[in-house]
């Protein structure tokens, strides 16, 4: 709902008409008395009175795996049509679409035009823009090469914090050993290797560790406050069989979830619902939870869990509670990994549902923190191929039939009937005659949009995603940026050391 402060508007306008007059033109009332007239000069008169601070106690990173601006749009469609009172779901904000800084920011990895998650993850943590595939090294290594990669790793934004005496965290529902979360904390030329049981004979020889272990054996000063996430299997030995009925696929027998609570003062490790809910964040320093064997599942599916899983928001809001005991402040990254999947896999549903979620956690973030000492920024590390297409009437489901102006069913040339979803590419592509999907219920949470190439999986997109921030230092925020410019922002904001600005 829009609240619009009468006083500003009729300030605004009363100075705007006596320029016009001036001019020999005035703005009629049907156009000044118009809540779209209204609401967009209050936008602009608030731009008018923002003042920027510079240096942020607290930084809290959300990150959208796969979370372009189509998915933005669709998303907050999406939410709104579930919102009574919303006139049609497009005029629906995200809870960080209404941040005061935004900018466009370009994700090419050195080596691809259209970037994977590694890459991207690294430029944002790093500062280097580095090669499809590799974790926090620099371009200069082979993947999956270990002695390449020796000499060559690079700093993360955790490591600089920690190094200053801030609590540091990693979220994400995708298990916590994949691409995105992992580069935080770890380098390796190979996102692949998770547990110790994936790295080749090279890797073991020239002593490159997984990313599991990676993770658990830090040294404390260097160790992460809180890590959660997916992945479970990656942490206990293969002949150990976790509270879900799942094997580990650790080959050394070494259980990283007992390192986790032996190495580390006032430390815990959670894998359920139950456990997680009894976390007593006053007297836990250190958390480790890992909630699935592997990927969380998706906020669709969340419910139907076998050991039940917190949803990104109950996470995002118990990290903040641990990390922010600490007076020097903390650094947070969260991703809602499973945007992502449901993209390569032509299920808009699941993936919009996500998006959804994470909108819910940064408003937790929001009401759970200082605005005055916390930045907060929302972005993606790459888009997908993934369009909202037709010209379906205002208000029409987002994941429904197009239906036009008038109300009738459009049709393609085939005389068939089409989604305001699809994809470029991807399992819902059919080979010869397109489906009739005129008795198919689009709106089912497992249906598979319709995609122009057949693929196994649909891939990522090469576009620009956006960047959202609020808070102490968002004011960088601005323009086209690298994506490794996210990095120096955040330094800069905090102060973390190593460059001068």
Known sequence: MIVINMKIVAALVSCSLVTITANAAVLPTNQTDSEWFKSSAL????????????KAKNV?????????????????????QQIEGNMGGEENFLSFEQFPHTALVKTYNTNQQTPDSAGTMTAMVTGVKSKAGVLSVSDTSLRANCLSSKGNELTTLVDLANAKGLSTGVVSTARITHATPAAAYSSTPERGWEADSNLPAEAITNECKDIAYQLVMRDEDNALTVALGGGR??????????????????SDGVDLTKSWTDNLSNAAYVWDKTGFDAIDTASTEHLLGLFNSSHMEYEADRMD????????????????????????GYLLIVESGRIDHGHHAGNAHRALMDAVELSNAVQAAIDSTDPEETLIMVTADHSHV????????????????????????????????????????????????????SSVDTQEKSFKQQALIPMG????????????????????????IEQNVIFHIINQAQSLGGTKY
């Not at 050991?307 to 007076?327: C, R, Y």
Request: no cysteine.
């Open 43 to 54: 936008k602009v008169t608030e731009k008018t009175q923002q003042v920027n601070k510079e």
């Open 60 to 80: 809290i990173l959300f990150v959208g795996d796969g979370m372009g601006i189509s998915t933005l749009t669709a998303a907050r469609i999406f939410q709104g």
């Open 233 to 250: 299997r990656n942490f206990i030995p293969d002949t150990i069989t976790d509270g879900e009925d799942k094997k580990g696929r650790r």
């Open 305 to 328: 869990d076998t050991a039940g899983e917190p949803s990104l928001t109950e996470m995002t809001t118990k990290s903040i509670d641990i990390l922010k005991k600490n007076d020097q």
């Open 386 to 437: 993934f369009t909202i297409a037709g010209y379906p009437k205002r208000g029409n489901p987002i994941l429904g039939l197009v239906h036009n102006v008038n109300g009738n069913v459009a049709t393609a040339k085939d005389g068939k009937p089409y989604t305001t979803l699809g994809y470029t590419n991807g399992p819902g592509a059919v080979v010869g005659l397109r489906d009739d999907l």
């Open 457 to 480: 999986s649909e891939t990522h997109a090469g576009e620009d995603i956006s960047l959202h921030a609020t808070g102490p230092g968002s004011h960088l925020v601005q323009g086209v």
